[in-house]
């Protein structure tokens, strides 16, 4: 299986595990202000994003881009989400630091995002040291994700 496949099923993972997310406050019985959020973010991510050359993320669709909600999101990710590859496993060893408690939405939200970002610079990367830099943080963040979901991770680095 090629990078590009194993990308594609890691943003599916995404999108199945930020969907499990909101099913637990259906489950509990609240209804969170940013469910409505989340579903734009579906429909952003759905619609395709990429790399643009200042490896920015950007919505190929042009018309959810234009509006107001896209123009958030493009801000949201692009302002907010560690971009260097340092960076990215700064904000995993914090994360990894502070297991014990959960995560508030925003930080949960910018760990899903964080993950997008990490699926686009993996893919990008044209191979080497770079990419399997890339491809672990991106394990990284899907296994801090997981956790946060179920309390267990899906891979043990011990």
């Not at 700064?90 to 990490?118: H, I, N």
Request: net charge negative; charged share 20%.
């Amino acid at each position: 299986m090629n990078m590009k496949m194993q990308l594609k099923i890691c943003l599916m993972v995404f999108l199945w595990l930020r969907f499990e997310y909101l099913l637990q406050y259906v489950a509990a019985g609240t209804h969170p202000a940013s469910i409505p959020n989340a579903n734009l973010m579906f429909e952003f991510l759905l619609g395709g994003v990429e790399l643009d050359q200042d490896n920015n993320i950007i919505l190929l669709d042009k018309e959810l881009a234009s509006m107001r909600p896209g123009r958030a999101f493009q801000s949201q990710i692009n302002d907010n989400i560690p971009r260097s590859l340092s960076s990215m496993m700064q904000m995993v060893a914090t994360l990894e630091g502070q297991r014990k408690r959960p995560l508030t939405q925003d930080q949960f939200e910018g760990l899903t995002l964080s993950m997008v970002y990490s699926a686009h610079r993996t893919l990008q990367q044209d191979g080497g040291q770079e990419r399997e830099a890339w491809g672990a943080v991106l394990l990284q963040l899907a296994n801090a994700t997981v956790h946060e979901l179920r309390g267990s991770y899906l891979f043990s680095y011990d």
